[in-house]
């Protein structure tokens, strides 16, 4: 067990925008493949530090789908990688009993991605109290559209709960904290609707050079802010 050397107050919820695994590639000369996988390893590396620290729902930006516009060898190094690794991240899931949930439009995968993550969810549904979300083939324009479109399929008005339910992200509190790399200061269509009040922490390192260390700052400085929700300071006491 890794030492919490932070104060009181770790966000419940971390959402993380893994970005930068290709320049990192492109800058030491490799294939960006190289960079994805290096990327697929630091999160198996994050993830588990993020539930040590006390973190209780994570989300990762694996795979938007604006990312399925990529060039046809690019993304199929993408899913190869995800088929290579993602049992390695299932089995850390385990290890912290983290329920796995996948968001997105996964019918868009390969066939045999869309039963590992299903298998994922069916192998973790016992757990509770953790999670861990994996956003596939997702992009938050779509998971709103969708949101609606179920809302008028069952013919009445929803409330701001009943909405959430519809979401991909149902029964999980929406981020506090969103962690993005590489150097880019925008959410890139990732929980458009969820990160109404979500912190937002920009990191200059590409993604495979972001530590343990580095989450650990984003959560320190996240415990530094304010959080006031509309309200005045006076009204927070």
């Known amino acids: 067990m890794v030492e919490n050397t932070l104060n009181r107050g770790v966000p419940q919820h971390v959402a993380l925008i893994m970005d930068g695994n290709g320049r990192w590639a492109k800058r030491r000369l490799l294939p960006r493949s190289v960079g994805h ?5 630091r999160m198996v590396s994050l993830t588990r530090h993020a539930f040590d620290l006390g973190v209780s729902h994570w989300t990762v930006y694996a795979l938007s789908i604006e990312n399925l516009k990529r060039p046809k060898e690019e993304v199929e190094h993408l899913f190869e990688i995800f088929r290579t690794y993602f049992n390695a991240y299932l089995g850390m899931a ?3 009993k983290a329920r796995v949930r996948a968001l997105g439009e996964i019918a868009l995968l390969p066939d045999d991605l869309q039963t590992l993550l299903r298998k ?5 549904a016992v757990f509770s109290g953790k ?7 997702y992009g938050g324009q779509n998971e709103i559209i969708r949101a609606v ?4 399929a069952l013919g009445k008005q929803v409330d701001k709960a009943g909405f959430e339910k519809l979401l991909y992200t149902e029964g999980v509190p929406s981020p506090d904290l969103i962690i993005r790399t590489g150097k880019e200061v925008r959410l890139s269509n990732f929980l458009l609707y969820q990160s109404a009040y979500a912190e937002l922490y920009f990191s200059q390192k590409l ?22 929700f509309g309200k005045t300071e006076e009204q927070l006491g």
């Open 37 to 41: 996988q290096k990327g697929f390893e």
């Open 94 to 96: 385990k290890e912290k």
């Open 120 to 124: 994922a969810e069916e192998e973790t």
């Open 131 to 137: 999670t861990v979300n994996v956003a596939v083939c």
């Open 149 to 152: 479109n179920r809302a008028v």
């Open 207 to 228: 993604f495979p050079d972001f530590t343990n260390g580095d989450l650990e700052k984003a959560l320190a400085n996240y415990q530094k802010r304010t959080r006031k």
